[in-house]
Each structure stands twice: as C-alpha cells, then as structure tokens.
C-alpha cells in the first residue's frame, strides 16, 4: 500500500480482515468466476478431514459461521426448552444469540481479569486466545472462537469438553469471512451434528458471492482508500448499505433476532478460503506470539495491564488502560492506528439490546468495568515490528 500526500501514516487496522494475504484475494478472484464451485465442492469434507487430524477429535463438521456451529452444538444437546445456559459476560452477542434462537435461557458469569470466567459456566470463552482452564470440565461446550491453535497442559483448546466450536469470521486467528467449525468425540453428538448440518442446507448464492466479495474489494479498494482520511471506511458502509459486502454483525443479532442465513453449513468456496488459511496457520501464529513478545519487553512494568500467557496465542493483545477510551480515539484521529475494542460492552457490539440478550446492567460488574478499560492491540499477519514500534511509540505518551 502506498503513502499518500494527504496521510503522513499509512493506516495499521486490528481488524478489516487482517488475516488477507495476496493467494487469498487471488483464489477469492478465482472463486468468484467459478459459481459452480460455490456450494458443492471437495473443500468441505478436506477441511473438516484435516480439522480433525489437527486437533485429534473423532467428529468435525462445518457451518457458515461460529453461531451457527453453536447452535448444532446445543441442539444436538436435545436440551428442554427454556433451560438455563451460563456463559461469561465480556463476551460478543455471537454467542448469546444462539441459545435465545435454540430456545434456551442465557445465565451470565462475570469474568475475572484475564477477560475469562471467573464461575462455573456451561460456554468456556476462550477469551483472545488465552485458554479458560475450566474447559478440563468435560461437561462444558468449548467457545473456541478467539483460539484455535491455543493448548492447556500441551493439548489444544476445543478437545476437552463435551464439544467445541471454532469460528473464521473475517477477524478470528483464520477468515473465510464467514465460517465456523463443531467438532466432538461424542459419537451421539457427532451424528447430530451430521444430521443438522444436512438439515440447514447451503446459504444462498447471493450471500456466498458477498463473501468472496470481501477480500477482493477490501484488498483493492477500502484498505487502500483508508489512506485518503475516511474514505476507505465510507466505501466499506456504502458497499453494505447497497448489500455488495456483508456486515460481521447484523441489525436482527443485536436485538436477539435470527437473520435467515443462519443457521446454514458452510459452502464449497469459503471452505477452500478456510482451508487456503488452515494451511497457513503456524505461521499466523508464531508471527503473533513474536509480535505478542515485542509488546510485553516494551509495555512491562507500565501503566497497561498485560495478558497472561499461559497457552496464548494472541489473536488480539488485549490491554487494560485508565485511558482506553481516550487512546483509541487519539490513536485513529492522530496517528490512523485502529486499535481494537473489544469489548466496550459486557454484550458487544457496544450498540446490542442488552435487554434482549437477557442482560441486566450490574449483573457482571467486573465485565463493565473492563468494558471500560480494555483495547487491543494488532499481532496479525499483516502487522511488521515496525508496525508495533510505531503503536508502542504513540502509546509511549500514556506509559
């Protein structure tokens, strides 16, 4: 990407599909011109054959988003209507929203400072690659969205319970923009999961060519214009406004409602986009704890509460901060350093009903507190230590 006259710094983005290299936008340009490949294809069963040789589970089956995969998990759970479901606070309406769809009851567990569960909860939250050591109960489901790759005691998140569920959204440790992944060693569980991911059927063809959309005109178009002030984000809207690109959360989800493309198994084309950053994935990774390493020398014995480490893999390096508000708004104006909120709400979006997710304010009083003072900061693929030295600098001024 090229400097611009008008921008003194190229714009450094934590989110925006961070993950898109070249091969991916030049097999997205592929795909686009290959419509028959788009729902039927091979991908599929390869994806979920070497999603269960990586992690070493019995049963992987594959669904259009992360939600979608929970909701398999809990209604092949066969649970009675209504009953109650714990899961953490700080936490994104991804994953409330399926157990209001399945009919069943959120229960809210506040999180301890790690941004995990400090309770007893049936959904373990990985919470941004830092692995939950409560997922050892092999009674829970396992929110693996933040953390594939990451491990407690040298085996991986997302075996330990009694199913987990993985997540490649446009921002998680691997994108097809949309995406997600159930897996289990429950036979019982395993053809549910068979069974429902038949049921659900294949999104439209029309939401499947807004995906590939994605990386093309984000790669092309609305990184690149990021560098003439805000143009690259009033390209983004417009493009979803007219329906070209999908939004990471609709209207319906923050109000607790079901938008009729989920939940659907995951098509032949975004799998082959899963499968294109499957095989990328230890480099992903060992680039994020390098980038993960650069902040902790640089950021130690400061003002910024650090992540622990513990079997992280750092999707996101989240901080705490008196002044996390502050920054990321002097980041953006100043310096066109997009740092990352999540979450600056118990249930994100920050713009979620609430009310409608069964949240009460006060129920999780250490979640809002975070939600105040928390930011993340960029480890991806497309971050270089420059990159990081010149965040670490800015931050410097609040150190």
């Not at 092949?76 to 700080?90: C, H, K, M, T, V």
């Not at 400090?118 to 941004?128: E, L, M, S």
């Not at 480890?379 to 609040?398: C, E, G, Q």
Request: with cysteine; proline share 5%; charged share 20%.
């Amino acid at each position: 990407m090229k400097f611009n006259i008008f921008q003194p710094f190229k714009p450094i983005s934590i989110s925006l599909s961070p993950n898109v290299q070249k091969d991916d936008v030049v097999l997205a340009l592929k795909l686009l011109f290959q419509p028959w490949k788009w729902r039927r294809g091979l991908a599929i069963q390869k994806l979920e054959e070497e999603f269960k040789k990586y992690l070493g589970v019995k049963h992987a089956f594959s669904f259009n988003s992360g939600r979608s995969s929970l909701y398999a998990i809990l209604k092949a759970l066969n649970l009675p209507e209504g009953s109650d479901i714990a899961l953490q606070a700080f936490t994104c309406n991804a994953v409330p929203n399926p157990v209001l769809w399945a009919g069943l009851n959120p229960v809210y567990v506040d999180c301890a400072n790690d941004f995990n569960a400090q309770g007893q909860v049936d959904i373990v939250q990985h919470t941004f690659g830092l692995p939950n050591e409560r997922a050892l109960n092999e009674n829970v489901i396992e929110d693996c969205a933040h953390a594939l790759g990451a491990q407690i005691n040298g085996k991986k998140v997302g075996t330990f319970g009694k199913a987990g569920f993985f997540s490649f959204s446009r921002d998680k440790i691997i994108s097809s923009v949309y995406g997600g992944m159930a897996v289990t060693n429950d036979d019982e569980i395993g053809k549910k999961l068979e069974a429902l991911q038949k049921e659900f059927g294949q999104p439209s063809l029309w939401w499947i060519k807004q995906q590939l959309l994605h990386p093309i005109l984000l790669y092309f178009i609305i990184l690149p214009l990021y560098n003439f002030f805000d143009l690259g984000k009033i390209f983004l809207v417009f493009s979803q406004y007219l329906h070209l690109l999908s939004k990471a959360v609709s209207w319906q989800e923050k109000r607790g409602l079901r938008p009729d493309y989920f939940p659907k198994a995951l098509p032949n084309a975004l799998a082959q986009m899963a499968l294109n950053q499957f095989h990328k994935l230890e480099t992903f990774n060992a680039h994020r704890k390098q980038i993960a390493e650069f902040y902790y020398q640089e950021l130690a014995n400061t003002k910024f509460g650090l992540p622990e480490k513990n079997g992280n893999i750092f999707l996101r390096f989240a901080v705490t901060h008196p002044q996390a508000l502050e920054i990321l708004y002097e980041a953006w104006v100043n310096q066109k350093i997009l740092l990352g909120d999540w979450y600056r709400s118990p249930v994100d979006p920050h713009d979620t009903k609430l009310e409608e997710m069964k949240y009460e304010k006060g129920m999780c009083p250490n979640a809002e507190y975070l939600a105040k003072r928390t930011l993340n900061l960029p480890t991806h693929i497309n971050i270089s230590m420059d990159d990081a030295k010149r965040i670490v600098n800015f931050l410097s001024r609040y150190i």
